[in-house]
């Protein structure tokens, strides 16, 4: 797929971002891709490109840009490794809810700027971390996204006052949530907690569980379950196909 290198400023510096786009002249309806704990790497430049094979424009922000320098983590072992868990634990922490928001903001607005792009409201996907972002930013930026999409997210139900579940009523987008089993971060609990929350604001939406382990979306994490990954992709096509181009 081709893309592009660019740098997106925010309230807090230059992001940078990779934009994948299908072959061809567009514009196309856009995506931010937002990426697990591990951050951008070429794993996620991959699944980029083959969201952007569907159809789509598909922003991929660096959202470390804070921590300039910062080394890649290597997701077979990083968990194992004491020092590394502890690193990638404290970049986890930096990306807080009102970052996630400002950042969106810009990215979304770069994105309406861009001629590959049409539109003015957006979808957004992550996973883990990235998913907990999908679900903050349609609550908190939702004049923008049409369709918010998390796979094994954690964090969306905690008693913070600022839980995501918690932003439900401001939601103008559809909401897919797909859980992993056995998951501390998200249990069957918090999935019934989402389901409530969204249910009673009117929220078009899904929360269901796939029968693999949190990671099982992304190509290089341990627990990557190649199953599970397909139906991640094809509930993509479907929730993206119908808010964003229907």
Same mark, same amino acid.
């Given at each position: *797929?081709?893309?592009?290198?660019?740098?997106?400023?925010?309230?807090?510096?230059?992001?940078?971002?990779?934009?994948?786009?299908?072959?061809?002249?567009?514009?196309?309806?856009?995506?931010?891709?937002?990426?697990?704990?591990?951050?951008?790497?070429?794993?996620?430049?991959? *699944?980029?490109?083959?969201?952007?094979?569907?159809?789509?424009?598909?922003?991929?922000?660096?959202?470390?840009?804070?921590?300039?320098?910062?080394?890649?983590?290597?997701?077979?072992?990083?968990?194992?490794?004491?020092?590394?868990?502890?690193?990638?634990?404290?970049?986890?922490?930096?990306?807080?809810?009102?970052?996630?928001?400002?950042?969106?903001?810009?990215?979304?607005?770069?994105?309406?700027?861009?001629?590959?792009?049409?539109?003015?409201?957006?979808?957004?996907?992550?996973?883990?971390?990235?998913?907990?972002?999908?679900?903050?930013?349609?609550?908190?930026?939702?004049?923008?996204?049409?369709?918010?999409?998390?796979?094994?997210?954690?964090?969306?139900?905690?008693?913070?006052?600022?839980?995501?579940?918690?932003?439900?009523?401001? *939601?103008?987008?559809?909401?897919?949530?797909?859980?992993?089993?056995?998951?501390?971060?998200?249990?069957?609990?918090?999935?019934?907690?989402?389901?409530?929350?969204?249910?009673?604001?009117?929220?078009?939406?899904?929360?269901?569980?796939?029968?693999?382990?949190?990671?099982?979306?992304?190509?290089?994490?341990?627990?990557?379950?190649?199953?599970?990954?397909?139906?991640?992709?094809?509930?993509?096509?479907?929730?993206?196909?119908?808010?964003?181009?229907?």
């Amino acid at each position: *797929m081709p893309m592009i290198t660019d740098t997106v400023t925010t309230a807090d510096g230059d992001c940078p971002v990779r934009l994948f786009t299908p072959e061809g002249s567009g514009p196309w309806p856009a995506v931010v891709m937002y990426p697990d704990a591990g951050g951008v790497r070429a794993t996620f430049d991959a *699944m980029a490109a083959e969201l952007a094979g569907f159809g789509y424009a598909v922003l991929l922000p660096d959202v470390y840009y804070r921590q300039p320098g910062w080394q890649p983590f290597e997701m077979a072992t990083v968990f194992a490794d004491p020092t590394e868990r502890a690193r990638l634990f404290g970049m986890l922490g930096s990306v807080t809810p009102d970052r996630m928001t400002s950042d969106a903001r810009a990215f979304f607005d770069y994105l309406a700027g861009r001629p590959e792009v049409r539109g003015e409201r957006f979808g957004v996907c992550g996973y883990c971390m990235g998913g907990r972002t999908s679900v903050v930013v349609a609550g908190r930026v939702p004049e923008r996204v049409a369709a918010a999409a998390s796979f094994h997210g954690g964090g969306l139900v905690t008693d913070a006052p600022d839980s995501p579940h918690l932003l439900a009523d401001r *939601m103008r987008a559809t909401v897919y949530v797909a859980g992993a089993q056995n998951d501390a971060s998200f249990t069957q609990e918090h999935a019934a907690t989402l389901d409530e929350a969204l249910t009673t604001a009117g929220v078009p939406h899904t929360v269901e569980f796939y029968p693999a382990a949190h990671g099982f979306a992304v190509p290089d994490n341990a627990p990557f379950d190649a199953d599970a990954a397909a139906r991640h992709w094809a509930a993509m096509r479907e929730l993206f196909g119908a808010a964003l181009t229907g």
